[in-house]
């Protein structure tokens, strides 16, 4: 039991991860209608990414970095570029990953993937600015300039491995995240951050299908 639940909050700090980059909405929003509108003109979302895993036990925090591209309905790339590279797609309900290896990017052909489609179906909620929809997490909206969105956890198990997550928007720029902190415990975070985002741009199908 206690490793099912280590896998899937491991999934969901991707899933959040993912989502919240999904759920590039207007900066300055007072209620949830205000999400849902501005977040039905979203079309597509690309930006660059940094991820600090944060614990009590390191001096430094562990820093990768990446690139998003998204595309509505459910087309996603997930790009790690350092330290190691790898590459979530998914795209009309197929998933693949690909890590670096010696014989360069290989597909993960595991049935952990299976696992990940509760992140396609969590994608429509999100990225229509559905939040008080999720049946895994209770949101609270803090509105106003620099705006915050509150997610705690319901069920119980989740909850030991996340405490809450931390959703906040940009006080300066109109449809940018700023950023997503992902709250374990008392000391234990993963923040990602956001920047050089591109809203309704143009984006090749072939970034959804291709490694390369």
């Known amino acids: 039991m206690e490793y099912m639940m280590e896998n899937r909050a491991k999934r969901y700090v991707l899933l959040v991860g993912i989502l919240c980059s999904c759920a590039f909405i207007l900066a300055w929003v007072n209620t949830w209608e205000d999400i849902r509108r501005e977040s039905a003109k979203i079309t597509s979302v690309s930006a660059q990414f940094s991820q600090q895993k944060h614990m009590q036990i390191l001096t430094k925090p562990l820093v990768s970095k990446g690139l998003f591209y998204f595309q509505t309905p459910d087309s996603v790339r997930w790009e790690y570029t350092s330290p190691i590279k790898s590459v979530l797609l998914m795209q009309k309900g197929s998933i693949k990953r690909y890590t ?5 990017l290989v597909e993960d052909a595991s049935g952990s993937l299976e696992s990940m489609q509760i992140v396609l ?5 999100w990225t229509r ?8 997490f ?7 300039k620099g705006a915050r969105i509150i997610l705690t956890p319901k069920e119980k198990g989740l909850a030991s491995m996340i405490s809450r997550i931390v959703i906040t928007l940009s006080p300066d720029r109109q ?3 700023k950023s997503v902190k992902i709250i374990e415990s008392e000391g234990n975070y993963t923040l ?3 920047n050089d985002v591109q809203i309704n741009r143009k ?10």
């Open 175 to 177: 449809g940018v995240i």
């Open 121 to 125: 179906q969590e994608i429509g909620r």
């Open 100 to 104: 670096q290896g010696s014989r360069g």
């Open 203 to 212: 984006i090749s199908e072939t970034l959804f299908r291709e490694v390369g």
């Open 129 to 136: 600015g559905q939040f008080t929809e999720n049946e895994h």
């Open 138 to 144: 209770s949101a609270t909206l803090k509105g106003g």
């Open 192 to 194: 990602f951050e956001f």
